[in-house]
């Protein structure tokens, strides 16, 4: 055997032979370096979820308490907003609010809580010091009432089903598939479906579903939940909250 070959031939007590240790070095950058792009790739190749998260921090805010079809509250006239703004309710976890809320429907509540925003639209997780309770000062919306329903019409919308709570942020993703069984969970605790109608160039526009009377929907809109359907309805507008009058054998997937 030359002395070549003997300086090659790895000994685990003896120094790595020089040929070896280079392979094994540019082996090892190139496996890093496979690691690192395809982390990177993994990231860049994710959906964008929108801006959607816990915002804002605690507040209690002063309106009026509907109940039907899930728990909101009204809020009077500002600017930018003539006929009021309209806050839907959910408890933390995967509940609703309408435990809390049954007791105080119609009445001048002060609701405190943290908003879960995404793109413009929010939920308000009720909690804190005042949860959901009468009025400590209602004297400012004394003379108050909340503009009734507005009627806008027939229409048939295409887009996705989603718990309101997750969708605007608090899961990430909060949409799709692979959210589905987390989104059914959220909905049959009384968190409320929306229908997410997504548009090219601008945020998705965000339509709370009822049935045809106008009340909660029961557990038949759970199997439409996630995959793209076309739902055909009345759309009707309450304060600032769209809410499409539907039934499940208007929906079909597309």
């Known amino acids: 055997m030359s002395d070549s070959s003997k300086r090659d031939f790895f000994v685990g007590y003896l120094k790595t032979p020089p040929k070896l240790a280079a392979f094994l070095a540019l082996v090892s950058v190139l496996l890093i370096g496979l690691g690192i792009g395809g982390g990177l790739a993994m990231v860049g190749g994710q959906r964008d979820y929108g801006d959607g998260r816990f915002q804002g921090g605690y507040k209690e805010h002063l309106g009026i308490l509907e109940t039907v079809p899930y728990p909101m509250l009204r809020l009077p006239p500002s600017e930018g907003f003539p006929e009021g703004r309209t806050i839907l309710l959910t408890n933390p976890g995967k509940r609703g609010a309408q435990g809390r ?4 429907d119609g009445q001048i509540v002060d609701v405190g809580g943290v908003f879960v925003t995404r793109e413009g639209t929010r939920i308000l997780q009720v909690g804190g010091a005042a949860k959901i309770r009468p009025a400590k000062d209602p004297a400012p919306l004394s003379d108050f009432t909340p503009h009734p329903e507005v009627p806008l019409g027939k229409v048939i919308l295409r887009g996705e089903i ?7 942020g608090a899961m990430r993703p909060g949409e799709g598939k692979v959210h589905r069984a987390c989104a059914n969970l959220c909905i049959m605790g009384g968190i ?10 601008a945020p998705p526009t965000l339509f709370l579903l009822a049935n045809e009377a106008g009340a909660a929907f029961d557990a038949e809109i759970l199997d439409y939940v996630a995959p793209y359907v076309s739902v055909e309805g009345e759309l009707y507008r309450r304060g600032d909250l769209l809410i499409l009058r539907t039934s499940t054998d208007r929906v079909e997937f597309i």
């Open 101 to 104: 809320a049954a007791k105080h």
């Open 162 to 168: 989603v718990d309101t709570k997750c969708y605007l």
């Open 192 to 201: 409320p479906p929306m229908l997410a109608v997504y548009h090219e160039d």
